[in-house]
Structure formats: C-alpha cells, structure tokens
C-alpha cells in the first residue's frame, strides 16, 4: 500500500483552472494505475479518471476534455489540471490506486462558485 497525500484545491469561479496534486509514498509507484475520485457534498465518493502505468488514460464522461491527469514517477506524483470548471465540480478530491487498495488521504476541498 502506498500513502497519498492531496494538496491544491481551493474556491474558485465557475469557468475557472485549478490544478490538484498528489504525492505517494511506498515503493512501486510507476507500476501502479492511479486515479483521482471525488465526493460532492452529500453523495457518494465516485471515480473520475484513471492514468495507467504506461501513460493510458481515462476519464470520466463529465469531465472529459475539461480534466486532465498527469503523473511524474520520479516524484511519485500524479496531478489533475481543471479547467472549466462548473458548481457540480464542487467537492473533496481524492487520490488512490485504480482499484482502490490504499487508505485513502485527506483529500482537498474544490468549491466552485457560480
């Protein structure tokens, strides 16, 4: 297991950028398929796109074109730049490995403003 730690969020205007990261400790990290997932207030925690080991990536029909996931194994680290940003993006953002077999971290709150 790895642990994560999320930095960046922060308020921001609807039509805003906002770039998140997250940095993980451990061994293995280029192997691993990490993703970011997300939890709107008062609704369950979903995923929202995945980066593989070898650079794939997926993303989540509601944030296609307007997220993208990055990763750097040198700092063992995977970032999620945001633009576009609308209300329904509002929530805690967390990282993880793709399926999840790490606690999870604190996470970074994301509130968008209309």
């Known amino acids: 297991q790895v642990q994560l730690v999320e930095a960046g969020g922060g308020l921001v205007q609807a039509g805003g950028s906002l770039t998140l990261s997250c940095t993980a400790s451990?061994?293995?990290?280029?192997?691993?398929?990490m993703a970011w997932y997300r939890q709107p207030p008062g609704k369950e925690r979903e995923w929202v796109e995945l980066?593989?080991?070898?650079?794939?990536?997926i993303y989540a029909r509601s944030v296609k074109g307007r997220f993208t996931i990055s990763r750097d194994n040198a700092k063992n680290t995977i970032s999620l730049q945001m633009s576009s940003l609308k209300p329904d993006d509002t929530a805690v953002y967390y990282c993880?490995?793709?399926?999840?077999?790490?606690?999870w971290g604190q996470g970074t709150q994301v509130i968008v403003s209309s």
């Open positions: 451990g061994s293995g990290f280029s192997t691993l398929t």
């Open positions: 980066i593989t080991s070898g650079d794939g990536t």
């Open positions: 993880n490995t793709q399926p999840v077999n790490s606690y």
